[in-house]
């Protein structure tokens, strides 16, 4: 469904991506682990058209993307849910839900997703008429996936959704995480600080080291990998 | 003694809706493309030329109505002409000093155009209700006060319905308070700068045959705009719309009461006076985000 390849992304003479591919199935969940400063969140910007690349491919449904604006991707259905959850703090929180339909016509169908959103997130029906920016951090991840969800993605790219969260409100947020990937027909590229959940949850996981790729492997395999189990899981 | 103060109330509300309309424009660009342009005052004194030109065929209330819709016209087109051309080409490379440097030069470039082809010679509108004047309560005012009032306010209103209650209104709220999350939603980012200077542009040209109206209009009319507006933009914080629309009636109603009761000579400088105030006491203005949100 996506494929990155060897794609290269700098920052002035600062090189954050080099030769980096990676390819995500359609239904996959897929993880991506790596430090802070690792360039996860940058390869999502480059998938998304935020930071394209100076070489490289990026290729969704066999049409090549890496040159097309960030709102054309939004259309081919990749959405990308950023870090620091991103809501727009003075418009209200069904406001925000409709920014996420922004691109879409079909009245009746972005109103289902809304029903879908709400059952799935109840709080964010409770504050429907409130302001984005007097939520609570986990409300406005809750609102922040919701968005991501009104764009009715193909792919849906969540960028450490867990970033900053209380345990509870975390668990909270896997679990949606989770009721999401079962029940919508969507393909998952999970960036995640809590490695230990992510591969359990994911089928195959990357991990990114100083802007390359270091490791590639099933979720099972990587969690027993030495070297991801010293460097990200603690042992 | 009562009267007097109700008096200057109601000049200082005329004229602040005025400068409400033009800080608007402002406040939008500076929130959405985050530049601070020096020539928005200019976009006021295109419209008033435009009013001029518009007049010496259709004289009368006709005329005024029509020019005041050809303004929003005519500045509309060079505001996105501005933005395309100007502003654009240098966002996100070169510095926020070095757009301001460079709206300053288009500000001395469009005041030079206009004594070029309009003369420096000041030109009036002619009152197109002919100096009628109506009292209500203890208080008088020009009839034309009242109109240019009453358009002011249907122009702030038209576009606050626009705002929130079209999608591309509601898109360029959100742009203006985080432009990466807007990009994602699919906004195009490049249609909302357009968008955002072409009604920027064309509220200051309707303000301008307004304050052209009121005043005179020459090529260095657009000045003092452009000065009352980053007054109101900072008084209301940087990007607040609703912040502009309170900070414009504000400094009007500040300044004609100021000029009232200290004296004549201050009315301009209480703006800069708020401004000082407002920085020392409250940087974000009053109706501004905290910092880092």
New interface residues.
């Given amino acids: 469904m996506l494929r990155v390849e060897e794609i290269n992304v700098t920052y002035g003479k600062a090189v954050a991506l080099m030769d980096v591919s990676l390819h995500l199935e359609r239904g996959e969940l897929v993880t991506l682990l790596g430090s802070n400063g690792a360039g996860k969140s940058t390869l999502l910007k480059c998938v998304s058209g935020i930071k394209p690349p100076i070489k490289g491919r990026t290729i969704f449904d066999g049409e090549e993307i890496q040159k097309l604006p960030s709102h054309k991707i939004v259309q081919r259905g990749i959405i990308h849910v950023p870090e620091g959850r991103a809501v727009f703090p003075d418009l209200t929180v069904e406001e925000n839900l409709r920014m996420g339909a922004f691109c879409r016509k079909d009245e009746n169908a972005v109103r289902k997703d809304m029903d879908f959103v709400f059952a799935l997130l109840p709080r964010l029906q409770e504050r429907i008429n409130q302001s984005a920016g007097t939520l609570s951090g986990g409300e406005a991840q809750m609102l922040a996936i919701g968005r991501g969800l009104l764009a009715e993605p193909k792919l849906l790219m969540l960028d450490e959704p867990s970033l900053g969260l209380a345990p509870v409100l975390r668990d909270n947020i896997f679990a949606v995480i989770r009721q999401i990937y079962q029940e919508k027909d969507i393909t998952i590229l999970l960036v995640e600080q809590n490695a230990r959940w992510a591969l359990q949850v994911a089928a195959r996981g990357y991990v990114l080291e100083n802007g390359r790729i270091r490791l590639e492997d099933t979720g099972e395999k990587l969690a027993a990998n030495p070297h991801v189990q010293r460097a990200y899981l603690g042992y | 003694m009562e009267s007097l103060f109700l008096q200057q109330t109601l000049n200082g509300l005329i004229i602040g809706s005025i400068y409400s309309l033009i800080a608007i424009g402002l406040t939008m660009i500076f929130g959405v493309m985050k530049i601070s342009n020096f020539a928005h005052g200019d976009y006021s004194m295109v419209g008033a030329y435009t009013a001029v030109f518009l007049m010496a065929w259709v004289p009368g209330w006709m005329g005024w109505v029509g020019s005041i819709i050809a303004a929003a016209a005519v500045v509309g087109i060079l505001g996105i002409v501005t933005e395309r051309l100007i502003f654009r080409p240098l966002i996100g490379r070169w510095t926020d000093i070095d757009i301001i440097m460079v709206s300053i030069g288009l500000f001395i470039l469009l005041e030079n155009l206009a004594q070029l082809f309009f003369g420096a010679t000041p030109q009036m509108i002619s009152d197109p209700f002919k100096g009628a004047t109506v009292h209500i309560g203890g208080v008088s005012t020009s009839v034309l006060r009242v109109f240019c009032f009453g358009f002011s306010c249907i122009a702030i209103g038209a576009l606050q319905i626009f705002l929130n209650r079209s999608?591309l209104g509601?898109?360029i709220?959100?742009t203006s308070?985080?432009r990466?999350?807007?990009?994602?939603?699919?906004?195009?980012?490049n249609l909302i700068y357009t968008l955002t200077f072409w009604v920027g542009a064309a509220l200051a040209g309707v303000a301008g045959v307004l304050y052209g109206t009121t005043f005179a209009v020459h090529p260095l009319m657009g000045a003092m705009p452009t000065l009352k507006a980053f007054v109101v933009t900072i008084l209301g914080g940087m990007g607040n719309i609703r912040g502009a629309i309170f900070g414009g009636f504000i400094l009007g109603i500040a300044e004609s009461l100021g000029g009232n009761y200290l004296a004549m000579e201050y009315q301009h400088a209480i703006g800069f006076f708020i401004i000082i105030l407002v920085l020392l006491l409250r940087p974000r203005g009053l109706f501004g985000?905290k910092e880092g949100?």
């Fill in positions: 999608k509601v898109a709220r959100a308070q985080n990466f999350a807007a990009q994602l939603m699919g906004v195009d980012i985000a949100t």
